[in-house]
């Protein structure tokens, strides 16, 4: 079974940065695609961050040019470089890892690490 662990969250005035990790339990190059989501209360989940089934990175409009995600292949880690951080920010970020075989779907979640953005 895959387990995906977070940290670094945290709270931080606006303007301050924060580095999220996403530790998995296996090797991250089996998985498809790994991101970044995000919840804040009372709103969806929303993607923050991605690597793409099909290569390259996608961004929420809202994030760009202020995160940055990442991975170390060798440590089997994912991370999001958040710069810039806004009030708006305020969520629970989860990791998320995709795996596709010819006949099933896998999504696999970290339990989420708080994100608090003060003014």
């Known amino acids: 079974q895959v387990q995906l662990v977070e940290s670094g969250g945290g709270l931080v005035q606006a303007g301050g940065s924060l580095r999220l990790s996403c530790a998995a339990s296996?090797?991250?190059?089996?998985?498809?695609?790994m991101g970044w989501y995000r919840q804040a209360p009372g709103k969806q989940r929303e993607l923050v961050a991605g690597?793409?089934?099909?290569?390259?990175?996608n961004y929420a409009d809202s994030v760009k040019g202020r995160f940055t995600i990442s991975r170390d292949n060798a440590k089997n880690t994912l991370y999001l470089q958040m710069n810039s951080l806004k009030p708006d920010d305020t969520a629970v970020y989860y990791c998320?890892?995709?795996?596709?075989?010819?006949?099933?779907?896998?999504?696999?979640w970290g339990q989420g690490t708080q994100v608090t953005v003060s003014s």
């Open positions: 998320n890892a995709l795996r596709l075989s010819q006949s099933a779907r896998n999504d696999y």
């Open positions: 296996g090797s991250i190059i089996s998985f498809n695609a």
């Open positions: 690597f793409l089934a099909g290569g390259g990175t």
